[in-house]
């Protein structure tokens, strides 16, 4: 499903200070796997259009992995909630902004707001406090946004990246629908919410790209494009998501989540290197700015729960 984490708040206290050596490995080769998707995608987006492509991921991330999985009747509205906002507004939305010419690397950037639309969120929804840190990090990333909106053009199109900020909206939505998601749950939730997702898709696909590149990615199979979905559906999707709650519910999100901040760096890496991608100044200096936001909010949300053991 997703290249990159839903933060869920631990269930238990029992939580372990420091991340082993095999799991610091498997984490590591999680952030690089996550961050392939973005290139991966690209190439994908070659030879199928965007919402093609996004239905066809969802369709394999869930099944045949749903005659394996059973979710509680209760949370089946919510899985329809997730599917919907993660398959058409995430991911639909996402790879139609790279389509339109945003590159894989700022792609992987802007989507990285989702940390300042959840905190958002979760001041309006639940009531949550908003810290200084909080409004220091949204500055400090909102100056690379508008290095990136001062570059408007070739490889920052401006609906590409409106694309994308929409994209990261969509992301923070699934946070908070998923943050009450309790973690033994949660790969059964995953695959239902992406079968869930697969009848708006299709409406989506149907509805902007007619049903041509379906019945052909179907009737004639590429193996390029198998590969592609394959990679998406179940490393990035099911065994990433597996990995990444089996972490979190170890860790904890504080030990964790800063993993997540070399992924626009590496997706930067993997297509300079894979699509030729040029990597000039104002994308480094953009890239810096909007990590170091974030990394500013991840350790003002650490240190506040140092602070406050109960707090969120």
Same mark, same amino acid.
């Given at each position: ?8 708040? @631990? ?15 498997l984490a590591a080769l999680l952030i690089l796997v996550w961050a392939s998707n973005f290139p991966v995608a690209a190439m994908g987006l070659e030879r199928l259009p965007p919402f093609t492509l996004t239905t066809l991921r969802f369709l394999f991330a869930a099944f045949p992995a749903i005659l394996f999985v059973r979710l509680p009747s209760r949370l089946w509205r919510s899985a329809a909630l997730f599917g919907l906002l993660i398959g058409v507004g995430q991911f639909g939305l996402l790879y139609l902004g790279i389509e339109l010419g945003l590159t894989p690397t700022l ?113 004639? @199979? ?35 989540? @800063?993993?997540?901040? @070399? ?50």
């Open positions: 499903m997703n290249d990159q984490p839903v933060l869920i708040r @631990p269930a238990d206290a029992q939580l372990q200070a420091r991340l082993s050596r095999r799991d610091l490995a792609a992987s950037l802007v989507v990285q707001m989702q940390v300042f639309f959840t905190t958002a969120l979760a001041v309006m929804l639940f009531g949550e406090r908003i810290h200084l840190h909080n409004l220091a990090a949204f500055a400090v990333a909102a100056c690379g946004l508008a290095v990136i909106a001062w570059h408007w053009g070739t490889s920052a199109p401006i609906a590409g990246t409106l694309l994308a900020l929409a994209s990261a909206l969509a992301w923070a939505l699934c946070n908070t629908v998923a943050r009450k998601i309790d973690r033994d749950q949660m790969f059964a939730f995953i695959v239902v919410a992406s079968a869930l997702g697969v009848p708006p898709l299709l409406a989506a696909t149907i509805m902007v790209e007619g049903d041509r590149p379906l019945i052909q990615a179907f009737a004639h @199979p590429d193996a390029e494009i198998v590969a592609i979905v394959a990679w998406q559906s179940f490393a990035n999707s099911l065994w990433g998501y597996t990995l990444w709650n089996r972490l979190l519910g170890r860790y904890g999100a504080a030990q964790v989540a @800063p993993f997540t901040l @070399p992924v626009p760096v590496i997706a930067g890496i993997l297509s300079s290197i894979f699509l030729g991608e040029s990597l000039g100044l104002w994308k480094i200096g953009a890239c810096l700015l909007v990590l170091s936001g974030v990394a500013i909010n991840l350790l003002g949300q650490r240190q506040s729960r140092r602070l406050s053991p109960d707090g969120i």
